[in-house]
């Protein structure tokens, strides 16, 4: 977690570049946390089995959670939401996804009715007006998606991370999700630096948007790059002055 946000990695980053090479530092810790991490994905499949997904925003979080999965041969389900306004580079994950690991990832889309309903009576970026509105397209492109994807499941897992902001400074690794589900976030206790360390050493596939200076990446509309010494999440929905979350990690 950062209250001194000048201490965050890219808060003396030249104004383009490479994410590994700003950000990737491995620490003695890592090797342990590692090891914690796959031991929590390793519980979960046997707790759960069939009942546990891997809620993907392919974020490098998330890509880190999945080469885990994969890497170990876990028999654990990867969902992902595709929201109709995502980056072209976030898409282009998915079939890199299948090359490198052999699966595909299972996408969950909005209901096509109501999204055009919305925009017919809204406009296409209804989401500048008003917190409201912004909030009711999350709903249809996110939460209603994200609710079909947990249908039947009894657990999921996230690439939330303390340090990602203060409203996440206390996820726990396993918690309940306040729906009857167990959520998930295994590298809860990890820094940016050590998520970018990993995709470093095992070469895993990410969003170049991330390059760009945009560590947290929604919906193209909702995301800008963040500027020198601003929160982790500050580009999400940045017009606003909001705790910077669609409802998808809501408590309750």
Not at 54 to 73: P, Y
Not at 187 to 215: C, G, R, T
Not at 218 to 237: H, K, L, M, S
């Amino acid at each position: 977690m950062s209250d001194g946000v000048s201490s965050l990695p890219w808060a003396a980053a030249p104004a383009a570049g490479n994410a590994i090479a700003l950000y990737a530092k491995w620490t003695p810790a890592l090797d342990v946390k590692i090891a914690a991490a796959l031991q929590r994905l390793r519980d979960a499949n046997i707790q759960h089995g069939d009942g546990l997904v891997q809620s993907s925003s392919l974020g490098v979080e998330d890509m880190v959670i999945t080469d885990l999965i994969a890497r170990t041969g876990l028999p654990i389900d990867i969902a992902t939401l595709d929201t109709g306004r995502l980056h072209a580079e976030t898409l282009a994950l998915l079939p890199r996804i299948q090359a490198r690991y052999g699966f595909e990832v299972q996408v969950f889309k909005p209901v096509a009715d109501a999204v055009i309903q919305f925009v017919a009576r809204e406009g296409e970026d209804a989401m500048y007006r008003s917190m409201e509105l912004r909030k009711a397209c999350c709903g249809l492109r996110k939460l209603e998606p994200l609710a079909r994807m947990l249908k039947g499941r009894s657990a999921w897992i996230t690439g939330l991370r303390r340090e990602q902001s203060g409203a996440r400074g206390d996820v726990a690794f396993d918690e309940d999700d306040g729906n009857s589900r167990r959520k998930l976030s295994p590298i809860a206790d990890w820094s940016w630096a050590e998520v970018w360390a990993y995709v470093e050493k095992h070469d895993v596939p990410y969003n170049p948007l991330h390059d760009q200076f945009m560590p947290s990446i929604g919906c193209a509309p909702c995301t800008r790059a963040i500027a020198v010494g601003e929160d982790f999440r500050a580009g999400r929905w940045w017009w606003e002055d909001s705790s910077k979350e669609c409802g998808l990690h809501a408590k309750g």
